[in-house]
Structure formats: structure tokens, C-alpha cells
């Protein structure tokens, strides 16, 4: 019994040796950052930090009732981004964490004055950063961007800053991007970063009779050779979805009468750098699987098939001959060229760059295979093969 008594008297000296969880806060004592803003303003740095209710968010998870959890958005500014932050720092009221950050998002004007390597070279020294957050341009006032809520009451994380892989899943037109692949596209030779720029619609939706301003992917900005060169809208860029391998769904008319609404999936695409008279030269196949969304005429199913072709060489033509125009690889040919003849690259490009030209593109080489006619079986005219009687 003895022996027993001095075991376990033992047992609990010890335990007061081992380590525990003494400084463990309550999610109400901290203020957890769920997105960046990076601004340049008056010869000065401007950081905005979007910062979320998140103990609202686990309510909401507990079907306590829809409410939308508050939004803070606070500013600060600086010579530089890490001098920026430090005076948000200093009025914070509790401490700031890092570590949930969803997205981060650069104004042009930013961009234009090479913020971007400044504030990936003070985050990558946080050990709490993280680089599996969206990356975004945008050219509205990013307090506006910030303070653009969901409908319904729905949380922040599931909008498009927090969540746009579930919209681009639905409907594939601009690519979202992770900070990683930014960062892997941005250090590549003769590097091409297609970065999406947001804007606000102001009046498309509506809630309770109201205004409710959006978010949505506006356009492309590129990053090329770790500078800004300029933006497109998506009037200007249609053809990048088939030439972006993670396009998923969208949707096409295939000829100019109208005739049909086609979607279309998953284009497989190949891109292939050659050398023809000493000069640089790019084909290009593409091959897609489609059906009719809607038929407005009835139509044979090739002549949608060609007009469905013709259509998208038009849009991969057109989104090439406009980078070529403003100096800009729209589609990445450089770093492909690059890829396969380095010793050529080193010998024509310009300033770490192949400067392209109007006549480098020349086939592209596309394939339409129209499946069927949607979950309707609307009749269309395929083609019937002849039978002897």
C-alpha cells in the first residue's frame, strides 16, 4: 500500500513537469485577417487588412440563424509594406493572426510600382504566412472590394475573393490563381503571370428590393518579366479559356446566325514551339467535347461543329494579335520557346523576352466533337449513313 501511495504521489509530481496548453486564447481574443489589400497612394504605401467575426461563422455552422457575420477593414501606411503594417499594429487592440488569410489582392496602381516582390519578401519571412491564397488585380478602391458582400447572408469565405474555384468550376472563363503558382509562373524566364483583376457590379442583383453591389472577374492583368504590362477586359481575352488546361465548363456560340448555345468542357490543348527559316513559329491543336445548351434553329450537327471551330481559332487568333499589338505574350509563347529551344531563345530575345510577331501564330487546329443534345434530347440533324434495300 506504501509502495502504491509513493507511485502515485510520483505520477503527479510529474505531471506538473509536462507542458500544456498555458497560453491557449479564446477565438474572441484575436483578430484573424482574411484578406491583404495593397495599394499605392501619394508616394506611399497602403496596406488594408479585411478581418472577419469568425466566432459568428461557427453560430452560423450551428444552425443558429443566418446573419452575416461583421466585416472590420482597417488601413495602414507607410514608406513600405512592413512600415505600413506596423502602424496598424499599433492601434490593434488584440493580436492580429496570419495564418487564416484567404486572399491578397494588388491594385494596378501596386503593381505599376513593383509592390508585388516587396510584399512577398516580407511575408515570406512570416512564419505564419501561407501561399495557398487567391491572388488578385483589381482597379477599384479596395475598400469597396472589401466591403461588397454576398447574398443571403452568406459568409465572406464563400464569396468570390474567398471561394472562386466554385464559380470557375461552373462557369470557366478567367483562371483563379494561388499565390504559389503566381509565384512559380512569375519566376520562370520569360514569364507570364495572367493574374484576374476584380471589379464591382453594382446593378445586377438585388436583395430585398436593394442594390447589392458584387464582386466578379473583370479581366486579365499581366505580370511579364516581373513587370506590369497592362490589362484586358474580358471582352479582349475570350480566347484564353482555350488555351487554359483547368477550363472545366463554358459556353459558346458557334457561328454568327446564332443558331445554338453550345457548352462546352474541357479542351484538351497543345502548344508546339518550332523553328521554320530560322525563325520562331507556333502551332496550335485544340480539341473539345460539347452539346447544345440551347437551339435556337435547327441545325445540322456538323455545320454547328465548324461554326463552333471556326469560332474558337477566331477567339485564340484574336487574344494573340492583341498581346502582339501591346508588347504582351497573352498566351505564355515565350516561356515555351524558351522550354524547348534555349539556345535560340538566348539568341533572339530581347531584355529576357522573345519579342512576337503577327506572323509567328500559324496553325491553329481545331477540333469539335458535339456529343449530344443536352438532358432534353433535342432532335438535331446528324448526318444518317445510307442503307441498301
Given at each position: 500500500m506504501l509502495q502504491l501511495r509513493k507511485c502515485f504521489i510520483i505520477l503527479l509530481a510529474s505531471s506538473v513537469l509536462l507542458s500544456g496548453c498555458w497560453n491557449a486564447r479564446d477565438i474572441e481574443q484575436l483578430i484573424y485577417i482574411d484578406s491583404i489589400g495593397v495599394d499605392y497612394v501619394d508616394k506611399k504605401v497602403v496596406v488594408y487588412l479585411q478581418i472577419l467575426g469568425f466566432s459568428n461563422i461557427a453560430k452560423k455552422e450551428g444552425n443558429a440563424g443566418r446573419q452575416q457575420e461583421p466585416i472590420a477593414v482597417v488601413k495602414g501606411a507607410g514608406d513600405t509594406f512592413v512600415t505600413a503594417i506596423a502602424q496598424i499594429y499599433s492601434s490593434a487592440q488584440q493580436r492580429l493572426?496570419?495564418?487564416?488569410?484567404?486572399?491578397?489582392?494588388?491594385?494596378?496602381?501596386?503593381?505599376?510600382?513593383?509592390?508585388?516582390?516587396?510584399?512577398?519578401?516580407?511575408?515570406?519571412?512570416?512564419?505564419?504566412?501561407?501561399?495557398?491564397?487567391?491572388?488578385?488585380?483589381?482597379?477599384?478602391?479596395?475598400?469597396?472590394?472589401?466591403?461588397?458582400?454576398?447574398?443571403?447572408?452568406?459568409?465572406?469565405?464563400?464569396?468570390?475573393?474567398?471561394?472562386?474555384?466554385?464559380?470557375?468550376?461552373?462557369?470557366?472563363?478567367?483562371?483563379?490563381?494561388?499565390?504559389?503558382?503566381v509565384i512559380s509562373e512569375y519566376q520562370e524566364p520569360n514569364g507570364v503571370v495572367r493574374l484576374p483583376y476584380l471589379s464591382i457590379r453594382k446593378n445586377q442583383w438585388k436583395e430585398d428590393g436593394r442594390q447589392k453591389p458584387h464582386l466578379m472577374m473583370e479581366?486579365?492583368?499581366?505580370?511579364?518579366?516581373?513587370?506590369?504590362?497592362?490589362?484586358?477586359?474580358?471582352?479582349?481575352?475570350?480566347?484564353?479559356?482555350?488555351?487554359?488546361?483547368?477550363?472545366?465548363?463554358?459556353?459558346?456560340?458557334?457561328?454568327?446566325?446564332?443558331?445554338?448555345?453550345?457548352?462546352?468542357?474541357?479542351?484538351?490543348?497543345?502548344?508546339?514551339?518550332?523553328?521554320?527559316?530560322?525563325?520562331?513559329?507556333?502551332?496550335?491543336?485544340?480539341?473539345?467535347?460539347?452539346?447544345?445548351?440551347?437551339?435556337?434553329?435547327?441545325?445540322?450537327?456538323?455545320?454547328?461543329?465548324?461554326?463552333?471551330?471556326?469560332?474558337?481559332?477566331?477567339?485564340?487568333?484574336?487574344?494573340?494579335?492583341?498581346?502582339?499589338?501591346?508588347?504582351?505574350?497573352?498566351?505564355g509563347l515565350g516561356h515555351l520557346f524558351y522550354r524547348k529551344y534555349p539556345r535560340e531563345w538566348h539568341r533572339l530575345n530581347r531584355d529576357g523576352r522573345l519579342v512576337l510577331t503577327y506572323d509567328m501564330l500559324k496553325k491553329v487546329r481545331v477540333k469539335v466533337n458535339l456529343t449530344d443534345g443536352g438532358i432534353a434530347k433535342v432532335r438535331q440533324h446528324k448526318p444518317q449513313s445510307s442503307s441498301k434495300h
Open positions: 493572426i496570419w495564418s487564416h488569410v484567404h486572399s491578397i489582392v494588388f491594385t494596378t496602381r501596386a503593381l505599376k510600382h513593383n509592390l508585388f516582390d516587396q510584399t512577398i519578401d516580407s511575408l515570406d519571412r512570416y512564419q505564419e504566412f501561407r501561399y495557398t491564397i487567391w491572388t488578385f488585380a483589381t482597379t477599384e478602391p479596395l475598400e469597396d472590394i472589401y466591403n461588397a458582400r454576398p447574398i443571403l447572408g452568406i459568409s465572406t469565405l464563400y464569396s468570390q475573393l474567398g471561394d472562386p474555384k466554385d464559380v470557375y468550376s461552373q462557369y470557366s472563363f478567367i483562371r483563379p490563381l494561388l499565390l504559389f503558382r479581366g486579365i492583368c499581366y505580370l511579364q518579366n516581373k513587370k506590369f504590362v497592362g490589362c484586358f477586359p474580358r471582352s479582349d481575352v475570350l480566347g484564353i479559356r482555350w488555351i487554359e488546361q483547368e477550363t472545366e465548363r463554358t459556353f459558346l456560340h458557334p457561328d454568327k446566325r446564332k443558331s445554338a448555345i453550345l457548352t462546352v468542357e474541357r479542351p484538351r490543348v497543345k502548344i508546339k514551339p518550332q523553328m521554320q527559316r530560322g525563325k520562331p513559329a507556333f502551332d496550335i491543336d485544340i480539341k473539345v467535347d460539347a452539346y447544345t445548351t440551347q437551339l435556337l434553329n435547327p441545325t445540322p450537327v456538323p455545320i454547328l461543329e465548324k461554326g463552333a471551330a471556326k469560332q474558337i481559332e477566331s477567339e485564340v487568333r484574336a487574344l494573340y494579335q492583341k498581346g502582339v499589338q501591346s508588347g504582351i505574350d497573352t498566351i
